[in-house]
């Protein structure tokens, strides 16, 4: 897996394996704009990785991030991102990977998923690559310290009602339908899933590729 930050400011990937998957690179870093970072996946590996920015760390890895913080450290270790932060989610399978970028816990950074040297599959690109920031309704905004919208909760997190978590009653499929909010997110993000129960062809599946994972993939 390669991680490439297009974005204009640094980025600080979280990487979070599935239960039992090894921690890589110590579940975090920082990625400087325009730089890349490659990372071996063992075989069957799963997990997800987000960025954080806004970061600011002392010599000991100490410190806090504006968004997607993991408990104040550089290093992850294993802990997820505090939402709302965008999550490209990865698994590696013996016929087939799975991939998807998520915007079940909220968006913070544009994130997209690109397979190449793969081996056979669909291998289509996944991701949300608009900013969603710039057209996050009022009550899902989370403001910066200047008062512009650094992160976008997701519809379940702001207002934790069963309706929009896709829980109790609405813990199936059949009955956890689009609501205004998740159609904002999938209009603005097609290829990424918007709610617990969004469409699944949302998911990508590949065989043996590689993925390059861009954070902002709209800059140039």
Known sequence: MVLLNKCEHPVWPGIQPS???PVLARGGFKLNPYKAFALDLPDGWSGRVWGRHGCS???AGKGRCATGDC???LYCNGAGGAPPATLAEITL???QDFYDVSLVDGYNLAIGITPFKAASGKCAPAGCISDLNAMCPAGLQVKGAR???????SACSAFNSPRYCCTGTFGT???CKPTAYSKI???ACPRAYSYAYDDPTSIATCTKGNYLVTFCPHHH
Do not use: H, W
């Open 185 to 187: 997110f999938k209009a």
């Open 93 to 95: 399978g013996q016929e």
């Open 19 to 21: 239960a039992g998957r």
């Open 71 to 73: 408990g104040g450290t």
């Open 173 to 175: 499929p059949q009955a």
């Open 147 to 153: 008062g512009s919208i650094v992160a976008c909760k």
């Open 57 to 59: 760390f002392d010599a």
